[in-house]
């Protein structure tokens, strides 16, 4: 049998800083970079399927022999093109493997190398539209003993024996082009906490079976579960390897098992329906779940509207012990999140209307071997999650009329017990559609889509589309300055004058400010400039004078830069991200004489 499929599913790439490094490479692979990376693992799609997964760690090492090659069409070209963005080259253009290929360090001083085929190019029969393709052309394997290294992952793909290995290089062709290349070294210091590859399995119990049997090491922490979708080995040297595809299995003693659905009645006349891929049984009034994820999360079988309170009794006895609520298409949080050692115990929040996720360290720890009641509640407003009472998150956005499902499982390789699972609708609360008045006899008009409320603190706007504002109704001409004092909650904090714009605190927060030009509609960012504090009030202003563009906070200078505005003429906006929340106390607008 194999235990994998001969395709390169996923590579890791570890990194200390997450937003600077995926910045990096959408720059290496010449696409836009967009504010939003504030997860600790992101994944980015090439062609032909394989994903580059960056894995944040805390206690980061760089990894400094040669991971994985990327594709060029001209690897002299290619060797320009990081000149010319600044990289760090490592070395010069070698023969390796049949390709001729050139090493270079990431932000984080991975070591990869970027190449192609010796034999006249390996791109994608495409006309190249950039340097560097957005594709992998293999990975490495540094080994010790490549025999041993080779005859392991042939028999992990199900493959005959290789004959004798005379050479320090050996390339094994995977499907989708992509390939391993086996490189002979004299000493291997392989991460045993760092993921190299994953490989898609057709059965995850069958390939645990597999590896028990022929002694391969497992991963003593990420411990195989059954009903898990996922398995962690070594190989020869000490590599991480991941298998992830169908559990493959049906969990034994009493119940209903496996695919056979289960239930536990809840309030209202509905149930928790086992799903499809749900591994567990229902006995005695308890829910007992094992399985991978969202494909074993039990649903109710009713749909329900916002505002809402979801509450569930829950018991976890694992080492790894997620715990999982479901709300709509989108709405998600875990608890007991634990990545790694970076972020111990985090709470993630998936925003139901938004799709978005947001990673809060720190706060989501449920204690193992005890009942815990969690409670998530979802007004219009905002969305709070309690554990037993005690408020764990409170989150600012618009959640009015959303409507769905709702749900509970257990995370990769854990299991949960529930007790009980309890939806109680809200009444609704709405109010008129509220404006702004501007200095000088103009008002601010919010659009529909940003749920405006008038409060003690000012006009609340929140949105779930991209870019949605509150306008003025008059039409202004530059050279003018426009000012604004808002208080934003979590992330940016956007004025826009005619069509350009300039965007605070995005949404990873790291200081980058993005400036749309209204007159060349050309975008940038400006990095290390400032970050707006959270639920503080600030003065924004904007200044946009003959030939230069100005923007200050609480009058201190965070950006200036040349262009050619006067004349231009258009509304002013104010308004927060998707999935923010901001407060607007006044807006006022001065043309220059």
């Known amino acids: 049998m194999n235990a994998a499929e001969l395709v390169l599913e996923s590579f890791f790439l570890n990194v200390k800083e997450m937003v600077r490094t995926v910045k990096f490479y959408r720059k290496l692979f010449g696409m836009p970079y967009r504010a939003g990376v504030r997860i600790k693992v992101y994944g980015l799609k090439m062609e032909g399927g394989t ?12 990894n400094l022999n040669p991971q994985y090659m990327l594709a060029a069409a001209d690897v002299q070209e290619a060797y320009r093109f990081l000149q010319e963005i600044g990289a760090d080259i490592a070395g010069p253009i070698v023969r390796i493997a049949g390709y ?20 006249g190019g390996e791109s994608s029969g495409k006309t190249p539209g950039h340097a560097v393709e957005n594709r992998v052309t293999a990975a490495f394997i540094p080994t010790e003993h490549i025999a041993a290294s080779v005859a ?26 992509a390939k391993l290349i086996f490189v002979k070294q004299e000493r291997v210091e392989a991460p045993e906490k760092y993921n190299r590859v994953l490989f898609r399995s057709q059965n995850i119990a069958a390939a645990h079976t597999f590896a028990v049997e022929r002694g391969i090491r497992l991963h003593p922490v990420k411990a195989y579960r059954p009903g898990n979708g996922m398995l962690y080995m070594y190989d020869p040297d000490g590599h991480v390897i991941v298998l992830m595809g169908d559990p493959g299995v049906r969990v034994e003693g009493g119940g209903a098992t496996g695919n056979e659905p289960f239930s536990l009645p809840i309030s209202g006349g509905d149930e928790l329906l086992s799903g499809a891929a749900s591994i567990g049984r229902t006995e005695a009034g308890v829910m007992e779940l094992t399985g991978p994820m969202d494909r074993g999360a039990a649903r109710t079988r009713k749909l329900y509207r916002t505002p809402l309170e979801i509450s569930a009794e829950v018991r976890t006895d694992t080492e790894s012990p997620y715990i999982q609520l479901y709300y709509g298409q989108h709405g998600k949080v875990i608890l007991n999140w634990d990545h790694w050692e970076l972020s111990p ?17 720190g706060i989501g720890r449920v204690d193992r071997g005890v009942w815990s009641e969690i409670t998530w509640r979802i007004e219009e407003t905002y969305a709070e999650i309690r554990v037993n009472g005690e408020l764990r998150l409170r989150q600012p956005g618009h959640f009015a009329d959303l409507i769905g499902t709702a749900g509970i499982s257990a995370g990769k390789g854990s299991a949960i017990a529930v007790r009980s699972f309890a939806l109680r609708e809200l009444p609704p609360s709405r109010g008129p559609h509220p404006e702004l008045q501007v200095q000088g006899g103009d008002i601010l008009v919010p659009a529909p889509q940003c749920y405006p409320t008038l409060t003690n603190e000012g006009l609340r706007l929140t949105c779930t589309t991209e870019q949605t504002q509150a306008w003025t109704q ?3 001409t530059a050279p003018l300055r426009i000012e604004a004092q808002v208080m934003t909650d979590p992330r940016e904090a956007i004025v826009s004058f005619a069509q350009g714009r300039v965007v605070l605190n995005g949404f990873d927060r790291d200081g980058t400010i993005e400036i749309l030009d209204p007159a060349t509609k050309q975008e940038s960012w400006k990095e290390g400039t400032g970050t707006l504090p959270l639920n503080e009030w600030v003065t924004v202003t904007w200044e946009l004078h003959a030939t230069e563009s100005r923007l200050l906070v609480n009058g201190s200078l965070w ?35």
Request: no cysteine; hydrophobic share 35%.
């Open 152 to 177: 392991f992952y042939r028999e992990l793909f199900g493959l005959p024996p290789q004959d004798a290995i005379t050479e320090d290089t050996y390339v094994l062709d995977m499907q989708k082009g």
């Open 345 to 361: 115990s985090e709470l993630v929040y998936q925003h139901p209307s938004i799709n978005e996720e947001f990673g809060y360290p």
């Open 474 to 476: 008059r039409i202004y």
């Open 559 to 593: 950006y200036s830069g040349p262009g050619s505005y006067s004349g231009l003429s258009g509304k002013i906006g104010v308004g927060p991200g998707r999935g923010s929340v901001l407060y607007v106390k006044s807006l006022s607008v001065t043309p220059f004489a």
């Open 51 to 62: 994903w580059v997964n960056f894995d944040q760690h805390r206690d980061f090492m760089p």
């Open 100 to 119: 001729d290929a050139f090493p270079f360090r990431d932000p984080d001083g991975n070591v990869l190398m970027i190449g192609q085929a010796a034999a």
